[in-house]
């Protein structure tokens, strides 16, 4: 019985990185699909979710999120977020406008 309990909360450890997964891969779907620039606003998102989970969720439950330190992922992850959906927002024309 234990054993079940111990799998299950295992598992819940991955959900935080699936989501951001999820995310992520309808933003690379949308970007294939020559939707470039909602793709990439969802790849940020992504990132951004990530930093606020990574932000609030315990060390031993954040799962694959957790790549450093608590402080530095949180600054990496929503800095890199805000960056791609500045650039997402700021280009205009080019190849696939």
């Known amino acids: 019985m234990s054993e079940q309990f111990g799998g299950k909360s295992r598992l819940s450890m ?3 990185f699936g989501l951001v997964l999820l995310i992520a891969l309808v933003g ?13 606003v969802l790849l940020a998102l992504a990132m951004l979710v990530a930093a ?4 609030v969720i315990s060390p031993d439950r954040v799962g694959l999120l957790a ?6 992922d949180v600054l990496l992850y ?3 977020g805000v960056v ?3 650039v997402a927002m700021t280009i205009k024309g ?3 406008g």
């Open 14 to 16: 991955h959900v935080p």
């Open 28 to 40: 690379f779907l949308l970007v294939a699909m020559q939707h470039w620039r909602r793709g990439a």
């Open 52 to 55: 606020v989970l990574r932000a």
């Open 67 to 72: 790549i450093r330190s608590r402080a530095v």
């Open 78 to 80: 929503s800095g890199f």
């Open 84 to 86: 791609i959906l500045a």
């Open 94 to 96: 080019g190849v696939f």
